[in-house]
């Protein structure tokens, strides 16, 4: 399935990877990529970005769930990916993919804001294809 929308990327900012999220969003907005943090019914992409904990699981979890099927999950940073630099503490969720699937791993403590395009802009070879980035 393709289609030629604008893409929204709802973002769940939980931690210090946020900063760099949050500093693609010019670039994402030239590419037709809307960034939201909420109405997850009519986004096509969640990225997570920062460090989960146990609490904070079921409620990306439900955001997730009310997310049109066909959506896509960007674990955005080790701590998204693993836990990162907290992988052993008591608190913290060793990845998102414990809650969810995920789609793009990214890299990096925390990576570049570039790397978030870069995956967001991956995954129009999947289901998501806006004209700007096929
Ligand atoms: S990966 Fe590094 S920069 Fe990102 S949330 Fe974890 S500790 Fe912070």
Redesign the pocket.
């Known amino acids: 399935m393709t289609r030629s929308a604008p893409l929204t990327v709802l973002h769940v900012p939980?931690?210090?990877?946020?900063?760099?999220a949050l500093a693609a969003e010019s670039a994402l907005a030239e590419l037709g990529v809307n960034l939201v943090i909420d109405t997850p019914e009519s986004a096509d992409v969640l990225v997570v970005?920062?460090?989960v904990t146990h609490t904070m699981a079921p409620t990306i979890r439900a955001l997730y769930d009310r997310m049109p099927s066909g959506r896509r999950v960007v674990a955005?940073?080790?701590?998204?990916?693993t836990g990162?630099?907290?992988w052993d503490s008591y608190s913290v969720l060793q990845g998102i993919d414990r809650i969810i699937p995920v789609d793009r791993y990214v890299p990096?403590?925390?990576?570049r804001p570039h790397a978030l395009v870069e995956a967001i802009t991956s995954l129009a070879t999947d289901v998501l294809v806006p004209a700007e980035l096929a």
């Open positions: 939980v931690a210090c990877c946020a900063i760099e970005s920062g460090t955005f940073g080790v701590c998204a990916t990162g630099p907290y990096g403590c925390p990576p």
